[in-house]
């Protein structure tokens, strides 16, 4: 069966250090792989997606930057936080035989 | 563009009562579209979907959801409310390609009055 890891669980950072996020995939091949954030009180925003090994597709400029560089890895990435970047972030994957997409259990980042 | 409408952002119902979670989609043709919830500090976890098989979708926890293209709905409902349905809804659509994005709602509280 398919698995989707990510951590950390919580993280708090201080405003300007760097950030990096995981995500791997367990159990399935060349998964659509995707970061959402999700700030309090609001809906989820589609930050990348990947439908390949160093595809990245961005859907908002900001801060953060991700990275594929193995099939089932899934990095989220910032040289520098902000205290926007605050948020509860998701990963999640979809198979190429899927309609929909499975979620991590998210990372709490909270900077300082 | 493509989008995901739910209309009210919070909704409280007594505990047995419906539950009536609203979805609007925008796009040119019928999209993949799903219902997911989220409990506090939680992934999400997909209650049911619909993929232009059977317009009426009976997912988990006795949540149902009836796309009507007339509409541009799909419209989340339960027929009596438990107290462990509080929590977060979101509806989402996508479109069956390679490059799909999954575009989410802004989510709808659902709190359970005793």
């Known amino acids: 069966s398919q698995t989707i890891h990510q951590w950390p669980a919580t993280l708090v950072q201080p405003v300007g250090s760097p950030l990096s996020l995981e995500c791997t995939v367990e159990g399935t091949s060349n998964p659509n792989l995707y970061w959402y954030r999700q700030a309090a009180g609001r809906g989820l925003q589609l930050l990348f997606y990947?439908?390949?090994?160093?595809?990245i597709s961005s859907e908002v400029p900001q801060n953060l930057s991700a990275s594929r560089p193995q099939d089932r890895q899934f990095i989220l990435s910032s040289k520098k936080l902000l205290l926007s970047d605050s948020g509860f972030y998701l990963c999640a994957w979809r198979g190429q035989k899927n309609t929909e997409a499975f979620f991590g259990q998210g990372t709490r980042l909270t900077v300082v | 563009a493509q989008s995901v409408t739910q209309l009210g952002s919070h909704v409280s119902v007594s505990e047995g009562a419906l539950v009536l979670l609203r979805c609007n989609y925008s796009s040119s043709v019928p999209p993949y579209l799903f219902w997911y919830v989220q409990y506090p500090n939680q992934g999400l976890q997909l209650l049911l979907k619909?993929?232009?098989?059977?317009?009426l979708v009976k997912g988990i926890n006795g949540f149902e959801a009836e796309f009507k293209k007339s509409e541009t709905s799909f419209h989340l409902t339960k027929p009596s409310a438990h107290m462990s349905d509080a929590a977060e809804y979101f509806c989402?659509?996508?479109?069956?390609?390679?490059?799909?994005?999954?575009?989410f709602g802004s989510g709808t509280r659902l709190s359970i009055r005793p």
């Open positions: 989402a659509q996508n479109f069956y390609s390679s490059a799909s994005k999954i575009i």
């Open positions: 990947s439908v390949g090994i160093g595809q």
């Open positions: 619909y993929t232009s098989a059977a317009t």
